[in-house]
């Protein structure tokens, strides 16, 4: 007696340690604001949009000038022996010449067949799609926190249940060690009661092990310390309702994969605008101003200087490319057509998940209601077999197998809760309404 009270102090202990140590509670909502914050994912798919944001201007697009200024200089050192037409002769040992040049020009495509207009518009769909990606990785994100954080409730509940086992147990131990004292009882029985609560003290601590597993796999999503564990809530809320004429009509409109590749056509179709626009002439104008010096250590010049504006253009037809265009255009018509192909293959896969997700939603949702009656079943008839116990009217056999009927029970129900809310989110995540 005195080894059976001395392990459930050792064990109380450790349950009162785990809830000093402790952390203020984190709300599920808590948690999906600092994964947004702090989740690496989110916060690469957070940049990766960010640069097809700053990608989209006109100036990326060919809409604007090129303006550069530029500047030369040079020194040169020659020998020179000349012979003017007159039979003038000049030799120069070293003839030194400075030359310096400066300038300012623009350049300014002036019309490329609409070609610039049509990779604005292409910039915009890029940018577009970039938002819907990093969407598609909020959801994602959400989707994993919101399972980390309920699977760290379901393995709570767990140890709740072993906890309610083990006062079931103590209970019993001391019945049977009472009628073991009074000589109405073999020890062999108090002996196997004895055993079956500490099998179950050892599945506590197995389940604080757990509980704290789930909670570091938590805490790397929300991108803290692992060795932080966070205090979670006690419940998983199941209120969520379907309608699946509804959820199907929105899903088209809704779910950004179908979206992503939707974007992916458009990006295509603009790409292949593209091409046949490089067939069109092209027009560039040209202008500047430019000054140039240079001197001479001897000769018939010795300084020139010249400045002044510069005004020019240019047009280019394209006439042969030895088939470049006709190949980029032709390519671009195949992957217009793959990313058709692809956009209706994801709409059906996602329909699929859709149903599949509907159907686990309502056959989890039975599964739940039988089983909240099955466990109420094995709580009385686990009462029944105490009370029977304390009267002699049943075996610890009887008792064990009544105990063996709550655990099993206990854990079908906190399982199927906690998969009615993966199907819950599985759902909402393919809406994009998390």
Not at 182 to 188: D, E, P, R, S
Not at 202 to 213: G, L, V
Not at 333 to 359: G, H, M, P, R, Y
Request: hydrophobic share 40%.
């Amino acid at each position: 007696m005195q080894n059976l009270m001395k392990t459930i102090f050792i064990f109380f202990f450790l349950l009162i340690f785990s809830i000093a140590d402790a952390q203020s509670l984190l709300t599920i909502d808590d948690a999906i604001k600092i994964a947004l914050k702090n989740n690496y994912g989110i916060l690469v798919a957070r940049n990766d949009a960010a640069i097809s944001k700053t990608n989209n201007t006109i100036g990326n697009a060919g809409m604007l000038p090129n303006v550069a200024v530029t500047g030369n200089g040079s020194y040169n050192v020659d020998k020179v022996n000349q012979t003017l037409p007159g039979g003038t002769e000049s030799n120069y040992s070293a003839l030194s010449t400075k030359s310096l040049s400066a300038g300012a020009e623009l350049s300014w495509t002036l019309f490329d067949g609409g070609k610039m207009f049509v990779t604005k518009n292409k910039l915009n769909e890029i940018e577009a799609l970039g938002e819907i990606q990093f969407k598609d990785k909020v959801l994602q994100t959400q989707f994993d926190v919101i399972a980390a954080y309920y699977d760290v409730v379901r393995q709570k509940q767990q140890l709740q249940s072993i906890v309610e086992i083990i006062n079931y147990n103590t209970e019993l131990v001391k019945i049977l060690q009472t009628s073991f004292n009074g000589g109405l009882l073999l020890k062999t029985n108090l002996l196997q009661a004895k055993i079956d609560l500490n099998v179950f003290m050892e599945d506590s601590i197995n389940q604080q092990f757990t509980i704290d597993a789930a909670k570091k796999s938590l805490n790397k999503l929300l991108g803290l310390r692992v060795d932080s564990l966070p205090e979670v809530s006690d419940s998983i809320p199941l209120s969520y309702s379907i309608d699946k004429t509804n959820l199907l009509n929105k899903l088209n409109s809704s779910n950004t994969s179908i979206l992503s590749y939707q974007k992916q056509i458009d990006i295509a179709k603009l790409t292949l605008k593209e091409f046949t626009r490089t067939r069109y002439p092209l027009v560039n104008f040209n202008t500047g101003y430019f000054l140039t010096q240079t001197d001479y250590s001897a000769g018939s010049i010795l300084k020139s200087r010249t400045s002044g504006p510069q005004f020019g253009g240019s047009v280019s037809i394209p006439i042969f490319q030895g088939g470049k265009v006709q190949r980029e255009i032709a390519t671009s018509k195949i992957e217009v057509e793959s990313a058709e192909f692809n956009l209706e293959n994801i709409k059906l896969q996602v329909t699929t998940d859709l149903l599949n997700a509907v159907a686990e939603f309502e056959n989890q949702q039975r599964l739940l209601i039988i089983e909240k009656k099955n466990k109420e079943l094995t709580v009385e008839n686990l009462d029944i077999s105490l009370q029977r116990m304390k009267l002699g009217q049943t075996t610890s056999l009887g008792v064990h197998q009544a105990q063996e009927n709550y655990v099993q029970s206990c854990t079908r129900l906190i399982n199927f809760e906690y998969e009615v809310k993966i199907a819950e989110i599985r759902l909402k995540q393919l809406l994009s309404i998390l």
